[in-house]
């Protein structure tokens, strides 16, 4: 995914908030999306949000869409232990028929 | 309902082997994505299918990977002969196909290949 770029490492405490940053180049994404990969385990979509939207709230998870900069960023409120992850930006190109990842971020939570 | 189920999970072989990797995607998606993740890089696309048709194979090194989904449902993605570099997590993917949908797409676990 070298059109999409990310910060490859965050250690928050727990309780704090997180907030993971990506930027991408491909103007024309319908969709923006986070995922979260666990250890040994696939990709789960966290969340997406539509290129006419700058922000989406759901539950301990906001997120924040620049389209003028091409900044997309994931803040989770309350972040638990339970949070450590890799956390993956990814926008939709071809139409939307495949997706761009970036390289992940991993998010390190401590007690 | 059951998710993207991906066989085997872990692979070790040897060099210039043959390596075979088996894919069932959610029941009723349409299209299939067959994805390279390298350590500590994301996933990279290697081939989409929209029912049996292979769209979008620009990514597939052809000269040793092949992949067939024959009756538009399970996939196998091939490498022969398989080289040390081609260690990686190999990730199917599938989604429902049409325009209006969100562009979501569903993972399996990866197959994890070692080549020594």
Redo the contacts between chains.
């Keep these: ?1 070298e059109d ?1 770029e990310q910060s490859l490492f965050l250690s928050v405490r727990e309780g704090d908030s997180s907030v993971i940053n990506c930027t991408y180049t491909d103007s024309s994404s ?2 923006l ?1 986070w995922y979260k990969q666990e250890p ?6 966290l969340t ?1 949000i539509f290129s006419n939207m700058d922000m989406k709230q759901d539950q301990r998870l906001t997120v924040l869409l620049n389209k003028k900069d091409k900044h997309l960023s994931l803040r989770i409120a309350d972040t638990q232990t339970g949070d450590s992850a890799i956390y ?1 930006c ?1 926008e ?1 190109r ?1 139409s ?9 971020t991993s998010l390190l939570v401590t007690p | 309902e059951a998710g993207v189920v991906q066989s085997p999970r872990y692979k070790i072989i040897e060099k210039k082997q043959p390596v075979a990797f088996w894919c069932n995607p959610i029941s009723g998606h349409n299209t299939l994505y067959w994805y390279l993740q390298n350590l500590g890089q994301g996933p990279e696309l290697l081939i989409r299918y929209e029912n049996e048709e292979a769209v979008d194979d620009s990514q597939l090194p052809k000269d040793r990977f092949s992949a067939e989904r024959l009756k538009g449902v399970d996939s196998t993605l091939k490498i022969q002969p398989a080289e040390l570099g081609d260690s990686a997590v190999y990730l199917c993917a599938s989604s429902p196909s049409g325009l209006s949908n969100t562009g979501e797409l569903f993972f399996g676990e990866g197959s994890r290949l070692t080549v020594l």
Excluded: M, P, R
Aim: net charge positive.
């Design positions: 995914g999409v319908t969709y999306y040994g385990a696939g990709l789960q979509l997406y993956f990814a939709s071809n939307g028929y495949a997706l761009n990842f970036g390289k992940g």
